[in-house]
């Protein structure tokens, strides 16, 4: 089966980013939340970097 990255339906609190990532690389979505606040708070580029994952990773499809 091949992994693809989706923005996660089920864990999110904005659009669901971090929520695919964890998904992809099987972590806990905490770490990447963290991560993704270091970079805001340290460098500024990690609320570009949400806004274009957003627009750019598709949204995980709906099971049937």
Not at 6 to 33: E, H, P, Q, W
Request: charged share 20%; glycine share 8%.
């Amino acid at each position: 089966m091949v992994k693809k990255l989706y923005r996660s339906r089920r864990v999110k609190n904005l659009a669901g980013v971090c929520g695919g990532l964890a998904t992809y690389f099987d972590i806990d979505v905490t770490i990447i939340r963290l991560l993704w606040a270091l970079t805001v708070l340290l460098y500024g580029t990690g609320l570009v970097a949400y806004i274009v994952a957003a627009i750019i990773i598709p949204l995980e499809p709906e099971e049937i």
